[in-house]
Structure formats: structure tokens, C-alpha cells
């Protein structure tokens, strides 16, 4: 599986959008992008995965520029409950999605 | 909540003990994977257990070994812990089919957390 490289920590005001970055640079052709969160003492949570095409689901949004290189999750209105790390990870379609590779994620800080 | 039990939520032991950790999986799902988490750091990929057999392996030494149950719970072995085993023990249930719709994410359990002193 390709390697995955975030900021380690952001911050962000309450009811603004969070644009969370990752860099995938050598993504290959038929590895999605996946995204979790893991609040602070719980498992992580699975949040949106997508190819090459944009994807929303009522979490967030996934936008995945058209090189596939690098992507941004983009939580529209944070709360203070968005708090958390967010992992970034690529992993081959339609393989095992138990055998994920997690780098070490982005803190977000989101402030009142 | 996943639906995804670990069992202790915590645990001390200490150097040279061996310790059992347990993992009730999702309704439906047939495939678990164990991962450790030292602290500040992201899951690393231990082990997973597909229908009772080994099912692929990270880089962790043999002293950590594991089960899966016909029920698909599951458990995780460390044998002769070591102060650096001290960590989130997470585990995770997927559906482990093939299809498109089901093959895409797994379910992460609370965690574990051991302290070995």
C-alpha cells in the first residue's frame, strides 16, 4: 500500500469548514483513499473512501485531486466533537480492509 | 458504538508475563485484525483471522499469536511481554466478503490499553 503524509496538527474555529490535507504521491492506479478519525480513547471510526471521483456522505466530503496525488477531507461545519486524529491510508480496491496500514494522522484542534 | 467488544479495558502486567486480550466482533462479520498502538502514534497491523485461519501478518515477532473462534470472537496472545508492549491494543471487524459493498471498511473496537512495568 502506498505511503500517506499529513501535518501533524490543525487547528480550527467551531462552525467553519476543517480541510484536513494528505499527500499520496505514489498512489497507484486501483488504490482508493480511505479516511477514519479516532477520538481521543476510543477505536477509529471509518469516515469516507473514494477513487478519483469527489464523495459525500454525511460526514464529510472527500476531494481527490485529478493526478490522485494528494487529497483533502473537508468537514463542513466542525464542532467542538470533531475533535480527534485523522488517518489518511490508500489501500488497494477491493482487497482485505483489515490489513491497514495507519501512519501517524493529523491532530484537529477545533476551538470555540 | 460498531458493535465491537474488547475485554479488559485496561491492564497491568508486568515483564516476562504472558496476557490475553479478547474481541467480540460486529454481528455478520467473519474477519478480525489486531492492531497495536503505542501512544502518539497510528494502529500498526498485527494479525488477522479470517474463519479461524491466519489470515496475513505485520511485522510483529511470533511471541504474539492469536484465535478465532467458530463464533468468530477472537483473542490475542503476547507472550514474555516487554515494557515496549505497552500500548492500545485495538481490534477490528470487517464482513470479509468479496463484494463491492462489504469489502470497504472495518469496525474498530474501544481498545485495550496494557501497561507493562
Known amino acids: 500500500d502506498a505511503k500517506t503524509t499529513q501535518p501533524p496538527s490543525m487547528d480550527c474555529a467551531e462552525g467553519r469548514a476543517a480541510n484536513l490535507p494528505c499527500n499520496h504521491s505514489?498512489?497507484?492506479?486501483?488504490?482508493?483513499v480511505y479516511w477514519y478519525r479516532q477520538i481521543h480513547s476510543q477505536g477509529p471510526q471509518y469516515i469516507i473512501h473514494?477513487?478519483?471521483n469527489n464523495e459525500t456522505n454525511e460526514m464529510a466530503s472527500l476531494i481527490i485531486t485529478e493526478d490522485r496525488k494528494s487529497s483533502t477531507l473537508i468537514l463542513p461545519h466542525a464542532t467542538l466533537r470533531d475533535t480527534a486524529v485523522y488517518y489518511c491510508?490508500?489501500?488497494?480496491?477491493?482487497?482485505?480492509?483489515?490489513?491497514?496500514?495507519f501512519g501517524d494522522g493529523t491532530t484537529l484542534t477545533v476551538k470555540p | 458504538e460498531t458493535g465491537v467488544t474488547q475485554s479488559p479495558t485496561h491492564l497491568i502486567k508486568t515483564r516476562g508475563q504472558q496476557v490475553t486480550l479478547r474481541c467480540s466482533s460486529q454481528?455478520?462479520?467473519?474477519?478480525v485484525s489486531w492492531y497495536q498502538q503505542a501512544l502518539g502514534q497510528g494502529p500498526q497491523f498485527i494479525f488477522q483471522?479470517?474463519?479461524?485461519?491466519?489470515?496475513g501478518r505485520g511485522n510483529f515477532p511470533p511471541r504474539f499469536s492469536g484465535l478465532q473462534f467458530p463464533n468468530y470472537s477472537s483473542e490475542l496472545n503476547v507472550n514474555a511481554l516487554e515494557l515496549d508492549d505497552s500500548a492500545l491494543y485495538l481490534c477490528?471487524?470487517?464482513?470479509?466478503?468479496?463484494?463491492?459493498?462489504?469489502?470497504?471498511?472495518?469496525?474498530f473496537g474501544p481498545g485495550t490499553r496494557l501497561l507493562v512495568l
Open positions: 477490528a471487524s470487517s464482513p470479509g466478503g468479496w463484494d463491492r459493498g462489504t469489502q470497504e471498511t472495518q469496525y
Open positions: 505514489t498512489i497507484s492506479g486501483n488504490e482508493y
Open positions: 473514494g477513487l478519483k
Open positions: 491510508i490508500v489501500r488497494v480496491a477491493y482487497t482485505n480492509a483489515g490489513k491497514s496500514t
Open positions: 454481528s455478520g462479520h467473519n474477519t
Open positions: 483471522y479470517y474463519r479461524e485461519e491466519e489470515n
